[in-house]
Structures are given as structure tokens and as C-alpha cells.
């Protein structure tokens, strides 16, 4: 094996080893190591501290938003009122006021330094798209002024041919309307040149088909609130007051130093690494986990926390996360569209006060192998203004009927459509995370804890008597006061736990719109509630006296039919699969065999039926998000394939060259060298080279076929070739002297904070 690499040695050595400089070579690594540890060691505060005296918390929050307090004071009473009309109890936005509220938007922002607005909206991509106009208007004599009519409030065409349409609009017809969402407060986004006037929109086609994430997720809340009221009038709630969906989603995220960052092609191209050999110290000590802050880390934090409540954005939380370098932020929940177009704020503004602390924040879900991936807890439940939260079950749910429909409803239409929960979370990068033992599996269940699984038990024997109470938490020490013990404990690796009065949709990615998520919960929701709806209505007649019975049996069916779905254990087992695939539950394992569930028959139907997504709107978004998982691996691929090529391919070969010239000299003046590091370098640079081959291979041969053959392809040829060519980079890290090693390590991206 090594008898060639020590005749090549022989050559180099008469080529003049000395001639072989170090200068220059892996300093990208190492530059990024010394300008990090600098970067650590020198940071001094740069914001003013922020502090509730000298700001007081209700000076702060909302400063930049045009909320109802600001066009309370700025409306004539009858434009406000019929504005909060729409917010409130989603009635149609009489276009008339238009004018007015452009006008007073117009000069609050102005005051705020606005020289521009900006028509706000969520194309499918999963980004969020602005279209900036100036307030500037020529005034015909050569002067000008600032202008903002009705019209540019409620309506902007920006040209967006270049957004993902899955079909549904041909470039050449690529008009696209952006409309004026009202139940989304306008706000001015700041930048140290000037400000700028936000209005949140519905992007649509100019034929009316959605574009975006918001349009869908609007009419699923119409549709939940619809079919809410009708189970809310069974149990004599008449008043008619919206039923929202409420989100409170929690983000995970890394921060990196920027110095690596720029270091690192795949963390600035791809968002995850796709080269780094595992740390000696990974997460295995849990030290990490809710540890003290780092002082950059907690400085960055508070100035995140700043802008969001400037913003109105209701950050509450925020701790270490599981991995090193992993935090988590999160949000007090609020109605669901609210809910979403905040967190797509919220992924913008740590990425941007990230940059300005010198660092990277990074919301893929898997930017480190080996360690934990990030996901985005999303918390979910329906309330109104007058019933509160439906899914708080009280101290004895057993009794609470109108709680049980409302949860069985949940759980009913989780069992009916695990498939579309599972869809709505298929993405290629969130595919690293689900189901690899630090996330949930593919496979959906509910978590209902003691108490409500016993209640279900109950009913489904006949009926519910009696709650599982709650006890007094013991301690054992007397200093410590005594807590009221929850009657039921909470599970981790449930994908859709609940969580005390919400579920938790915990298989969402750390870097995806809540949107879709949201949009499939609200919608299959809907379905579930219209459901018991009819059945309760049929089985009542509208009288009260049979309500108790017709629940029951409601309740019982219910109970018994979807109860394969409810699991209380540990989702990470292997027990699990098994007996999982026993109860005939779903286990799509990869975005692959979860998307096609969009094309099934019944999902179309259920999205037609509550006028959540035609049956066209559907399938571009089965295109589109094949489109995207393809385009990801594609991208992934070439880009591993360069890095090999010119990065870690010629740093191992020079170590070689080293290992060589050092034995070719050592054996010139009569010296043995032993050649193990030398032949198994050579043995890996051959097996890298040998890897680099197949992934081009494996690109070069990309199937044009549909869509979903293309993907597939992905899954099975071009994703593992490039495993194989990180197994050899990466073991070759292990190797190679760390001066010549051209990018930044695991262990400083890591540690280094
Ligand atoms: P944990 O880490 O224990 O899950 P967190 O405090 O980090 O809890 O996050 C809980 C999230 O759940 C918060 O965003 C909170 O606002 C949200 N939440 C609480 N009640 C509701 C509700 N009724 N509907 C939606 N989200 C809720
Ligand atoms: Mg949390």
C-alpha cells in the first residue's frame, strides 16, 4: 500500500523538500482561530444598558408599532372603531377608510424618521420579502412631496416573478398583489441611515391564487373560528366572539463567531457545516444546558430583546440550550397570524444584532453533526376573548365537557391527518433532525400525560367520574416552600405533547416559517370540530337535555377510535417503531415520503372543503417544496464537492508531502522513519479522491424526470456519496497538523464564545 507513496517521497526529496513553505497555507483556519479569540477577548459593551427607569417598560414596548393605542389617539373615533371591527372579530374591511388610516400612518411615521414604506410579505420560499417605495412624490413643479394614499396602503404589485409558484402563474403573466393585512400592526423597521414604514400583506396572484404563507393561514383561521362557534353555540356560547388560534413558538438557534463564519464556505452558503470532525468535548456533560450566559452572548441577548419589544414582540424567555453554542428564545403567545409574522421578525432581528456582536446566528436545523439541531417548539391552542382558552382543562377535566370535544377534536384530527402534520415539517435540512434521537420521530403521536389519559381511559369505557388530583411536591427540606404538585409530568421526545392547556408541535424546524404548520393545525382542526359539530347537533336536535348524553357518546367514539395515536412513552425507543407500525400509524422517515401525503386525494379535499388551498394552490406547494429539497441537496453537493477539491484535498496532500520529505530526509542520513501516519494519510487522500469521484458521478447523473423522481434520487444517491466524502475529510481532520487545516474546527467554532 505505501511502497508507491515512498518511491513518490524519493521525488519530492530530490525536488527539494525545503522548498516547502507553510506560509500562507490553511490561513484561513487559523487566521479565522486568532481573529475570534481576539474578537472574545476584546469585546466591550456597545450599546447603552437598558434599564426600566430611565425607559419605562410601556415607553419601550410598541414604541415602533402603529397598535391601537397610537391610532386610537391619531383615527376619528369612527374609522378606529370600524378598524377594530376587522382586527378583532375578522368582519370585511370597509375600503372607504383606507385614505384616512394612510394618512395618519403616513405622518406618525414620518415623525419617526419613515422616508420610505415597505409592503411586507411571505413568499413560499419561507423568507420574507419587502418592497421599499419612497414617501416622495414629484408635485409637477419641480419641488416634491411626501405622499401615501389609500391605495398604496391597501395594494402594491411588486414584480414577483422570481418567487416560487409552483405553476401556478408563468413568468410572463407574473403580476403579483401584495394587500393589506389590518390584523397585522404596521411598524417602522430601523436602520442607522433612516427608517422605514413596514405594512405586513397577503401576497396573491393576479388572479387571486395565494403566493405566500399568510393568505392560507388567514382563511385557516376563518375556517377553525367557523366551525369553533358552531361547537361553542352547542354549549351555549352565543356571543360570537373570534375564535383565534393562538401560536407561542419557541426558537432554538446557534451563534458562531463571525470570523469563523466567513472561514467556513458551508456555514455562509448552506447554514450547516457539511465538513468538521467531532470534538473531543461535545454535549456529553450537559453543562451547557440552562448555564450561566456568556457576557457577548447575554449582551446580544438583551439588545435582541430590546428591538423585538420595541417592536411589540412579547419575548419572554431566553437560556442555554442542549449543544454548545445552542440558545433558545421565546415569545408569550399571541393570535396565530400575529404569532407568525412576529416570529419571521424575530429569526431577522437576531440574525441582524448577531452581526453587529461579532457574530453568526445560525437557525438551520442541523449546522453541527454530532451534537443537537435546532427546532422550533411550536405551541398551539384556540381561545376567544369571552371563553378564554378552550384546551385549559381546569383542576377536573372529567366534568369539563366543553374542554373534552374541544381536546378530543385535537386528538382526533392529529390521528385522522398525521400525514399532513408530518408534511408540513418535510424540509431537507429538518430532515437531519427528526428522528435522530434529540428530536421527535417521523412518526406523530399525542402525549396527553396521567391525568388526561386516565380521563380518556374513562370515557372510553362508558364515562369520566373523577380527575387524577393534583398532591403537594415534597422536598424534604423545610427552608423551601411547598409547591403544588402538576398532575401530570412532561415528555420530551413527544412530537405533539400536550403541555398543561396547548399542544406542543415539536417536530417544527428551527429555521421554518410557522406558517404551514400553523395553516395545518387550524385547518385539520376545523375539519375535526366541524365533525363533532354535526354529530352533536344531529344527535341534540338543539335540545339541552340530550347534550349530556350525545357528548359521551361523542366523546366515547372518539376515545376509542383514535386512541392508537395517544402515547405516553419514550419516542425515541426502537420499541416505539415497532409498535407504532402495529397500531398503524404513519412513519415517514425522510421529506421524500412525507410531501407526497399533499397529493393525497383526502388532504386535497379537506383543504378544498374549508377554502384553505384550492386544489392548484396545493399541488404548486407539493412542486414548490420539492422544487426546494432538491435544490438544497444539489447545492449541498456541489458545494461539499468544492470544498474537497480545494480545500481539504490539498491541505491532506500537503501533509503528505511533509510526512514524505521528513522520511525521505530521516533515511538520507541513515535514520528510519516509521510511515504508519504516512500510509494511512495516503489511504485516506485515496479514499477521499475515490469519494469526490462518485458524488460528481452521483450529480452528473440527476434524473429530469417529475419532481418527486428527482427528489427521491436525492435521498438515495446524492445525499449519501457525500456522506461518504465527509467520512474521509473528516477522519483526514483527525489527522493533518492543525497549522495546515483550512477551516475552523468543531471544538473552536464551539467553544470559542
Ligand atoms: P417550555 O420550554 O417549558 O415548553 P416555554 O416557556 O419555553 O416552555 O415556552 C412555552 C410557550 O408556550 C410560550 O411561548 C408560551 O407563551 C406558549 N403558550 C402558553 N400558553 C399558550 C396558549 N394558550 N396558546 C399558545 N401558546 C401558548
Ligand atoms: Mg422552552
New binding site residues.
Given amino acids: 500500500m505505501s511502497t508507491s507513496t515512498r518511491t513518490g517521497a524519493k521525488t519530492t526529496s530530490q525536488g527539494g523538500a525545503a522548498g516547502l513553505s507553510s506560509q500562507g497555507i490553511g490561513f484561513a483556519g487559523k487566521s479565522a482561530r486568532m481573529a475570534a479569540v481576539s474578537a472574545v477577548t476584546n469585546y466591550r459593551p456597545i450599546s447603552e444598558p437598558l434599564n426600566f427607569i430611565d425607559t419605562p417598560a410601556s415607553m419601550l414596548f410598541g414604541s415602533n408599532v402603529f397598535n391601537k393605542q397610537v391610532m386610537k389617539t391619531r383615527l376619528p373615533k369612527q374609522v378606529f372603531k370600524a378598524l377594530c371591527k376587522t382586527i378583532e372579530s375578522g368582519e370585511k374591511l370597509d375600503p372607504a377608510i383606507a385614505d384616512v388610516v394612510a394618512s395618519a400612518m403616513k405622518d406618525w411615521a414620518i415623525e419617526k424618521g419613515a422616508t420610505h414604506y415597505a409592503h411586507v410579505f411571505f413568499p413560499l420560499t419561507g423568507a420574507t420579502a419587502e418592497k421599499h417605495d419612497s414617501f416622495l412624490a414629484p408635485d409637477g413643479d419641480g419641488g416634491a412631496i411626501a405622499e401615501f394614499t389609500g391605495k398604496q396602503l391597501i395594494q402594491g404589485e411588486p414584480d414577483g416573478s422570481s418567487f416560487p409558484t409552483g405553476g401556478i402563474r408563468a413568468t410572463f403573466e407574473a403580476r403579483g398583489y401584495t394587500i393589506w393585512d389590518v390584523t397585522s400592526p404596521a411598524y417602522i423597521l430601523e436602520n442607522p441611515n433612516g427608517t422605514t414604514l413596514c405594512i405586513p400583506t397577503a401576497f396573491v396572484s393576479w388572479t387571486g391564487e395565494a403566493l405566500d404563507k399568510k393568505t392560507p393561514l388567514l382563511r385557516s383561521m376563518q375556517a377553525l373560528n367557523r366551525q369553533a362557534q358552531r361547537v361553542l353555540k352547542i354549549f351555549g356560547a352565543t356571543d360570537g366572539a373570534f375564535v383565534s388560534?393562538?401560536?407561542?413558538?419557541?426558537q432554538e438557534y446557534f451563534l458562531v463567531d463571525r470570523n469563523f463564519y466567513f472561514a467556513r464556505p458551508d456555514l455562509l452558503t448552506a447554514g450547516r457545516t457539511l465538513f468538521g470532525a467531532k470534538p473531543p468535548k461535545g454535549q456529553e456533560f450537559e453543562d451547557h444546558y440552562f448555564g450561566a450566559i456568556p457576557e457577548r452572548v447575554l449582551a446580544f441577548m438583551l439588545e435582541v430583546e430590546r428591538e423585538l419589544f420595541k417592536l411589540g414582540i412579547?419575548v419572554?424567555?431566553r437560556?442555554n440550550e442542549v449543544a454548545p453554542a445552542q440558545y433558545?428564545i421565546?415569545?408569550?403567545?399571541?393570535s396565530a397570524n400575529l404569532?407568525n409574522d412576529h416570529q419571521q421578525l424575530m429569526m431577522i432581528t437576531l440574525k441582524r444584532v448577531a452581526e453587529k456582536y461579532g457574530m453568526a446566528c445560525l437557525t438551520h436545523e442541523k449546522p453541527f453533526a454530532g451534537i443537537n439541531g435546532s427546532g422550533k417548539?411550536l405551541?398551539?391552542?384556540?381561545?376567544s376573548s369571552t371563553q378564554g382558552?378552550l384546551?385549559?382543562p381546569g383542576d377536573t377535566p372529567h366534568d369539563n365537557a366543553q374542554f373534552l370535544v374541544f381536546c378530543a377534536a385535537v386528538i382526533r384530527a392529529v390521528y385522522k391527518f398525521q400525514g399532513v402534520l408530518r408534511a408540513v415539517v418535510a424540509t431537507a435540512s429538518n430532515d437531519h433532525r427528526l428522528g435522530a434521537n434529540e428530536a421527535p420521530p417521523a412518526i406523530m403521536s399525542v402525549f396527553l400525560g396521567d391525568q388526561l389519559t386516565d380521563v380518556f381511559e374513562q370515557i372510553k369505557k362508558g364515562g369520566a367520574n373523577s380527575s387524577l388530583k393534583k398532591s403537594t411536591l415534597e422536598v424534604g427540606v423545610d427552608v423551601l416552600p411547598p409547591l403544588p404538585k402538576d398532575a401530570g409530568d412532561?415528555n420530551r421526545t413527544s412530537p405533539f405533547a400536550f403541555?398543561?392547556?396547548?399542544f406542543?408541535f415539536r417536530a417544527v424546524g428551527a429555521n421554518q416559517s410557522i406558517a404551514g404548520p400553523l395553516v395545518a393545525m387550524n385547518t385539520i382542526v376545523a375539519e375535526s370540530l366541524d365533525y363533532c359539530a354535526t354529530k352533536l347537533e344531529k344527535a341534540t336536535g338543539g335540545e339541552t337535555a340530550k347534550l349530556n348524553a350525545a357528548v359521551q357518546s361523542l366523546l366515547t367514539e372518539i376515545a376509542t377510535e383514535c386512541s392508537p395515536v395517544i402515547f405516553n412513552g419514550d419516542g425515541y425507543s426502537e420499541a416505539w417503531h415497532k409498535e407504532a407500525e402495529k397500531r398503524g400509524l404513519l412513519n415517514l422517515k425522510t421529506s421524500v415520503d412525507a410531501l407526497p401525503v399533499l397529493k393525497d386525494k383526502k388532504v386535497e379535499e379537506l383543504f378544498a372543503k374549508y377554502n384553505v388551498l384550492t386544489p392548484r394552490e396545493l399541488e404548486s406547494r407539493y412542486e414548490i417544496y420539492l422544487e426546494q429539497y432538491c435544490k438544497t441537496v444539489y447545492s449541498e453537493a456541489n458545494l461539499s464537492l468544492e470544498m474537497a477539491k480545494t480545500m481539504i484535498f490539498p491541505a491532506a496532500i500537503r501533509y503528505q508531502n511533509e510526512l514524505a520529505s521528513t522520511c525521505a530526509n530521516l533515511k538520507l542520513v541513515g535514520y528510519e522513519f516509521d510511515t504508519d501516519t504516512l500510509d494511512r494519510i495516503t489511504e485516506l487522500v485515496k479514499s477521499l479522491q475515490d469519494s469526490i469521484s462518485v458524488l460528481q458521478m452521483a450529480i452528473n447523473k440527476a434524473p429530469h424526470d417529475s419532481a418527486h423522481v428527482a427528489a427521491a434520487y436525492c435521498a438515495s444517491d446524492v445525499l449519501p456519496s457525500m456522506t461518504m466524502v465527509r467520512k474521509y475529510a473528516d477522519e483526514l481532520e483527525c489527522w493533518v497538523a492543525d497549522d495546515l487545516w483550512p477551516l475552523p474546527t468543531y471544538q473552536e467554532m464551539l467553544f470559542i464564545k
Avoid at 421565546?330 to 399571541?334: D, K, N, S, T
Avoid at 405551541?379 to 381561545?383: D, F, K, P, R, Y
Fill in positions: 388560534s393562538t401560536a407561542g413558538p419557541e412579547p419572554k424567555t437560556h433558545e421565546a415569545p408569550i403567545f399571541e404569532a417548539h405551541n398551539w391552542s384556540l381561545g382558552n384546551l385549559d412532561r403541555t398543561g392547556n396547548r406542543e
